[in-house]
């Protein structure tokens, strides 16, 4: 039975419709001849029509609504889009997040109606009472924010004066080298911090170039 | 046929559940029969095959648009009959060879207690029985068989949906179809 190997070969060539025509005609003598090749072709043949023949089953009428019913519950899906977009656009995310932070803590800080004077930057004041007091000689690098109160400035901000529901007693252009800002609203309060923020952003920028 | 398939998709993504169930007609009745031809029974090709639309639709996310949504779904279909019948081995005792009798197994056994008088054989009867041949095949060919003759699916789609080389379906496919053939030569 020496022809046994590569014909078989070929046999399953010729069942994948895989055989060159050549291949074929070579086949199709050989069984001819061959009772032992033409035995295999012919039961390989009919195992195929067997597995082809079975029946395509219906799965009962129920399917569909039984896979709807046990679905996770809608309201616990709708998180999902937004959860798939928020991975595909992390700044906006991160953005947002910041925002509504950022709102809450100062929207927090506007609430607190108590008189809060700051130095962001180098320098010190002095007080008195509500009144913050830029002595004489002090030289602020950087911005000072006073809220419910009042501010006398006889020395030097070299940055902005935020003034939030505060009033400034002594003030000329002489002594602040930025700008003196009213801030009597909160959405005023918040948009100098959003300002300022893109400013900061603006300076990476700038130093990262 | 693709276009309306995608179109679906993209509603179920956007969180439209009812649409899902669009997707469930389409695509029921080869999922179910794949479950089927793997598992044999029918109570629990259903489970399978509902559990399989339940894991597309949790993972819906994870399918990449531009692929055939079929072979995914088939795919998901696939594995969990075969994991399911792993952990199952219902037919393992049958499999097994009783010992000094040379080859000769509980299913065969069995199998020549059953005479199959050739004249009686119902349509019915022979499609059980070369279902339980199908059954007795090892799970790895067993997959390709089905897949290429009874959802009569490209060796490509195969490949794709087994997570193997096609020349790996072709070998598992002549070997389950000798394996078969051996079985079912005697009508
Ligand atoms: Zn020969």
């Known amino acids: 039975m020496a022809c046994l190997k590569e014909m078989v070969q070929i046999m399953y060539k010729v069942l994948d419709q895989e055989a060159t025509e050549v291949e074929e005609r070579e086949f199709f003598d050989h069984i001819n001849t061959c009772s032992t090749c033409r035995e295999h ?10 597995v082809k023949g079975l029946e395509t089953k219906e799965p009962s009428e129920g399917f569909t609504q039984a896979v709807m019913a046990k679905l996770p519950q809608p309201h616990k899906k709708s ?14 995310t991160a953005a947002a997040c910041f925002i509504i932070l ?32 830029v002595p004489k000689g002090e030289v602020i690098k950087g911005d000072l924010i006073v809220k419910n109160g009042k501010v006398k400035i006889e020395g030097k901000v070299q940055g902005d004066v935020v003034l939030v529901n505060s009033e400034s007693l002594l003030a000329s252009a002489g002594h602040v080298t930025g700008d003196i ?29 | ?22 997707l469930v007609n389409l695509y029921k009745t080869q999922v179910y029969n794949i479950c089927l031809r793997l598992v044999r029974i029918p109570q629990e090709a259903e489970d399978l095959a509902q559990e399989a639309f339940i894991r597309a639709y949790t993972n819906i996310d994870k399918y990449e648009i531009d692929r055939k949504f079929s072979t995914w779904l088939f795919r998901i279909a696939t594995n969990l009959s075969i994991d399911y019948l792993r952990k ?100």
Do not use: C
């Open chain 1, 181 to 209: 800002e009213q801030v009597d609203q909160i959405m005023e309060w918040i948009w100098y911090h959003i300002k300022s923020i893109f400013t900061m952003f603006a300076a990476f920028d700038y130093e990262g170039t």
């Open chain 2, 88 to 187: 199952k081995k219902p037919s393992a005792y049958l499999d097994a060879e009783i010992p000094g009798t040379d080859g000769f197994t509980m299913y065969t056994q069995l199998a020549s207690e059953e005479p199959l008088p050739e004249d009686l054989v119902l349509e019915y009867e022979t499609q059980e029985w070369v279902q339980r041949e199908i059954e007795e095949l090892p799970a790895k060919y067993r997959s390709a068989i089905v897949l290429k003759y009874i959802q009569d699916l490209s060796l490509k789609e195969i490949s794709d949906i087994l997570d193997i080389p096609v020349a790996t379906v072709k070998t598992r496919i002549h070997r389950g179809r000798e394996a078969l053939r051996k079985r079912l030569r005697h009508v």
């Open chain 1, 41 to 50: 072709f012919l039961e390989l043949k009919q195992t195929e029509s067997l």
């Open chain 2, 1 to 22: 046929m693709d276009q309306k398939v995608k179109k679906i998709i993209t509603k179920v993504r956007k969180g439209d559940h009812q649409a899902f169930a669009e």
């Open chain 1, 102 to 133: 950022m709102s809450g803590y100062l929207f927090s800080l506007w609430n607190q109606d108590s008189f809060n004077a700051v130095v962001q930057g180098k320098g010190h004041v002095q007080y008195d009472g509500h009144t913050v007091i």
């Open chain 1, 79 to 92: 998180r999902r889009p937004a959860k798939v977009w928020m991975r595909h656009h992390p700044i906006i």
